[in-house]
């Protein structure tokens, strides 16, 4: 029986793959955005297997992402290859809710995808999904969308393309409108491929929601004119929207050693019965592809949707192991699946080393802040799952929190935490933001003075959310009647967000930004929705 790819590969937020092959080895690169450390390079030797091999911007030198606002920062890396070195772009979008995008496009190099990395050179900020290509002559270019925030305009204008000097590390020469797109509009993420005598552009349409497609477009030359496929998209769920996926667009090609092309693209998988809810976020799916004789790319099984499963080439099997459902923080560094908001992981704010076996965080700003969160979170991958922890913790006042929350943004978002008030002194509850306003479960607030620990879990299962306390992690009491686990997803509300949910652990102090609460563990655990196992 031929191998089977399952889709999707990457579960959870992993919106904006870049696909790349290199020798026998291919990766996939995604989006952070605000989510810090930033870029993820995933890896496959198989394309069934996957693993994320490393996270590519650790430090404020080579990003500063404090203040950007919720599902801006760091949009659609690139990740390419030549003679020897990996280049990556992306885009630092610095304010996205109003007509101007601020966008910083940076280049970086290594010898390795597992560093050390170039400095950042800024390359240019017409627009974002920067794309390096590497002509069979030796030059390469720069390809981004454009972005035209004047009045009667199209704000996405086209695709441009320009020079780009290895030696001066500058964009030089003509910049080429190469181009317009279909009807469709919001032309964006540029891909450009040379294949017999031609140039294809693969570009994404309609939008990264119900309406996004895949369109390709080819020239006998460089710089144009592009020839619309005239079957276009290649791609798309925005006929069928009772389909398991939704979204599917954002393409990125390989070619196998063997000579079979292959597609990565996003996708969301919404809550089943919910139509268009997708709290997992934007996911990673890989299609096969074939070239018709006329030379037009299609879809391997036919049709314009994305298979759920799809032939995997004839490659040996390379799994990997799994993570451990269960961190009890007594390893020497934070690593994957982690990530915090906006900062890196710095001893100032969350350490392992304080108290052995404990992660330690220091209460910092509120779960509204877009400077200096101390939350340490990981995507949600699954509709059905049971996240605990276990936190020591001792409040003085109303201002100090922590404990175990689901967070998709500043504005949306359940905590289960720790606190003290003048009534039942150290308390324990839930309290939520819904699209920016704020709300407490005030009815369900216990009194948990006496108790030494507190034994933290959130339950999700399809739509529904529970949240539960306990002294001991044996009995356990509700802390909420059913919350809506749609609520933390892209487009809840009419709201225009990239992210996906995320389980994690927090600590705020608003006064002395000082109070330390100290985790004895965290365990994730996907189940299916009888209450098994995930696959």
Not at 50 to 55: G, K, M
Not at 450 to 479: C, V
Not at 496 to 523: M, N, P, R, V, W
Request: proline share 6%.
């Amino acid at each position: 029986m031929a191998p089977t790819i399952v889709n999707p590969v990457l579960t959870g937020f992993h919106p904006d793959p870049s696909f790349l092959r290199v020798g026998d080895d291919y990766y996939i690169a995604t989006s952070t955005f605000e989510w810090f450390p930033g870029v993820e390079i995933h890896h496959s030797r198989d394309l069934v297997h996957w693993h994320t091999l490393t996270r590519v911007l650790t430090e404020t030198s080579q990003v500063d992402l404090r203040g950007n606002g919720s599902s801006g920062s760091i949009w659609a890396p690139a990740l390419s290859y030549d003679n020897g070195l990996y280049y990556l772009l992306f885009t630092d979008v610095k304010s996205r809710s109003s007509v101007y995008k601020d966008l910083h496009n940076y280049l970086i190099t290594a010898t390795s995808l597992e560093g050390p990395w170039s400095p950042p050179v800024r390359l240019n900020g017409s627009g974002f999904d920067p794309f390096l290509f590497h002509d069979s002559d030796g030059r390469k270019w720069l390809l981004n969308m454009r972005w035209d925030f004047r009045q009667n305009h199209s704000n996405f204008s086209g695709i441009v393309m320009q020079e780009y000097d290895p030696e001066s590390g500058r964009l030089t020469g003509l910049i080429h409108e190469i181009y317009k797109g279909t009807p469709t509009g919001v032309t964006e993420g540029p891909q450009l491929y040379k294949r017999g005598d031609y140039y294809y552009l693969l570009v994404a349409e309609g939008g990264t929601g119900v309406n996004h497609m895949v369109t390709m477009a080819r020239s006998r030359s460089l710089t144009g004119p592009y020839e619309t496929d005239p079957d276009y998209p290649v791609m798309t769920t925005a006929h069928d929207l009772t389909y398991a996926f939704q979204q599917a667009g954002h393409g990125s090609l390989v070619e196998t050693q063997s000579g079979e092309w292959y597609m990565a693209h996003l996708c969301t998988r919404p809550i089943p019965g919910t139509g268009k809810l997708n709290p997992l976020g934007r996911e990673t799916a890989i299609q096969r592809c074939v070239w018709t004789e006329d030379g037009w790319l299609r879809l391997a099984h036919g049709g314009k949707l994305p298979a759920l499963r799809t032939e995997a080439p004839e490659l040996p099997p390379h799994p990997f192991d799994a993570l451990p459902e269960r961190d009890d923080f007594d390893g020497p560094v934070l690593g994957y699946p982690y990530q915090s908001l906006r900062v890196p992981f710095d001893e100032s704010w969350v350490s392992l080393r304080e108290r052995p076996g404990f992660l330690r965080l220091r209460g910092r700003e509120s779960l509204a802040s877009l400077f200096d969160q101390s939350l340490i979170g990981r995507p949600i991958q699954h509709f059905a799952c049971t996240v605990t922890t276990c936190l020591e913790f001792k409040p003085d006042s109303f201002m100090q929190m922590a404990g175990l929350v689901l967070y998709y943004d500043d504005k949306d978002y359940y905590y289960l935490r720790v606190t003290a008030d003048e009534l039942r002194g150290v308390a324990l509850g839930v309290v939520m933001c819904q699209a920016g306003k704020y709300g407490e479960i005030s009815s369900m607030q216990i009194s948990v003075k006496d108790w030494e620990r507190y034994y933290l879990k959130a339950e999700i299962s399809g739509r529904d959310i529970m949240f539960y306390a306990s002294p001991d992690g044996e009995a356990w009491t509700a802390m909420c009647t059913p919350l809506d686990f749609g609520t933390l997803s892209d487009e809840h509300g009419g709201k225009l967000g990239f992210t996906g949910s995320y389980a994690g652990i927090c600590a705020q102090d608003l006064d002395q930004q000082a109070k330390a609460a100290y985790f004895d563990y965290f365990e994730y655990t996907g189940l299916d929705f009888s209450g098994g196992h995930s696959l």
